[in-house]
């Protein structure tokens, strides 16, 4: 069993930066589905996060991809753990200044959101 790859907080951030949303296309990071990642003195990792709506149908998905990018900083998945939680529920004011850069406000959510 090899040990544990010692990361920080930011490549970890880094990485999920590139995990994109299925549907919207938009990074989990950027989106706020993140609400915080610890890394231990061993290296562990522990994701707590959220989703757009509960009981969504394509967190398998995103935890694959999740575990891909964390992959990259040769982080074993065995030495990750992916939290989820409702509390508090994911709503638009979760949303980072940085979707912008896909071109998007928060109001286009306000659209969106109510088809879902």
Same mark, same amino acid.
């Given at each position: 069993?090899? $040990?544990?790859?010692?990361v920080?907080?930011?490549? %970890?951030l880094?990485? !999920?930066?590139?995990?994109?949303?299925?549907?919207? *296309? /938009?990074s989990?990071?950027?989106?706020?589905?993140?609400?915080?990642v610890?890394?231990?003195?061993?290296g562990?990792?522990?994701?707590?996060?959220?989703?757009?709506?509960?009981g969504? $149908?394509?967190?398998?998905?995103?935890?694959?991809? %999740?575990?891909?990018? !964390?992959?990259?900083?040769?982080?074993?998945?065995? *030495? /990750?753990?992916?939290?989820?939680?409702?509390?508090?529920?994911?709503?638009?004011?979760?949303l980072?200044?940085?979707?912008?850069?896909?071109?998007?406000?928060k109001?286009?959510?306000?659209?969106?959101r109510?088809?879902?």
């Amino acid at each position: 069993m090899t $040990p544990p790859v010692r990361v920080t907080k930011k490549a %970890i951030l880094e990485q !999920l930066d590139l995990v994109m949303d299925p549907e919207m *296309n /938009i990074s989990i990071v950027d989106l706020g589905l993140v609400y915080k990642v610890k890394v231990n003195i061993k290296g562990l990792v522990h994701i707590l996060m959220t989703l757009t709506t509960m009981g969504c $149908p394509l967190f398998g998905v995103i935890e694959e991809d %999740i575990y891909l990018k !964390l992959s990259e900083l040769k982080i074993d998945r065995k *030495n /990750i753990t992916i939290e989820m939680t409702f509390e508090p529920p994911w709503d638009i004011n979760c949303l980072g200044y940085s979707i912008v850069k896909y071109g998007l406000q928060k109001n286009y959510f306000r659209c969106v959101r109510a088809t879902w």
